[in-house]
């Protein structure tokens, strides 16, 4: 990670502490916050009341801010290349997307604290929120296992337990399937295949049609049924 910015002339705080404008101001944390935003520096000197951007600069300078600022254009830069094939890159796409990565990023603390594990290749609040929901669904079917017989909470538990019974499934490889491939040997006709295809559909295997419920794209206040 390159420093040069603000690394090259150390800048003493005490001395800065002393002159600087922006670590007395009131609003101090927001206006750094706006800085790291790319905000201009004018126009935040105009926001907060400060003489002028000279100021900003200075305090930016002597805080490291240079360098928080740029890994939010880094990294807004590392999501516009990984994305390249889909969108249409455009200068004010990149705006966009930088202003929008360094909105999210806030002060730059999420990519501070944030480690990718080493098991992942790329990682985000998505990724946290499926991990939270992987783990709370695991217990759940987990507890579903002992509940009582005949609930519609136990047979989650039951085919849980079949899929993990590996032992199992090994002794009866693919014989429960046969039926089903009879069912497809047998078929003959147009008439047989279509037949054959609806009573599939029913058991939820799926065929020629895909049958799903979304939001209404002309109307999010309702559902409705897509093929
Ligand atoms: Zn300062």
Redesign the pocket.
């Known amino acids: 990670m390159s420093r040069e910015c603000n690394s090259g002339a150390t800048v003493s705080l005490g001395r800065?502490?002393r002159t600087?404008s922006?670590?007395r101001h009131p609003q101090r944390a927001e206006l750094e916050a706006a800085f790291i935003d790319w905000r201009s520096p004018a126009a935040i000197a105009e926001d907060y009341g400060l003489t002028d951007r000279a100021s900003v600069y200075r305090?930016a300078h002597?805080?490291g801010l240079f360098e928080k600022r740029r890994r939010n254009i880094r990294a807004a830069l590392e999501r516009i290349i990984e994305k390249a094939g889909d969108v249409d890159v455009t200068a004010s796409a990149v705006v966009s997307a930088v202003q929008a990565y360094a909105k999210i990023n806030g002060a730059g603390e999420w990519i501070d604290r944030t480690e990718i594990p080493s098991d992942k290749a790329r990682y985000g609040s998505f990724y946290l929120l499926a991990e939270e929901a992987e783990k709370a669904v695991h217990k759940i079917i987990e507890e579903a296992a002992s509940a009582e017989p005949g609930t519609e909470e136990r047979k989650f538990g039951d085919v849980y337990a079949s899929f993990m019974d590996e032992k199992r499934i090994e002794q009866l490889g693919a014989r429960p399937l046969k039926p089903l491939l009879n069912e497809v040997d047998a078929i003959a006709t147009p008439e047989t295949l279509l037949a054959t295809a609806g009573r599939f559909e029913r058991r939820g295997m799926s065929g020629f049609f895909q049958l799903f419920i979304d939001n209404d794209p002309g109307d999010p206040e309702r559902y409705l049924v897509f093929f």
């Open positions: 800065h502490k600087c922006v670590c305090h002597a805080l």
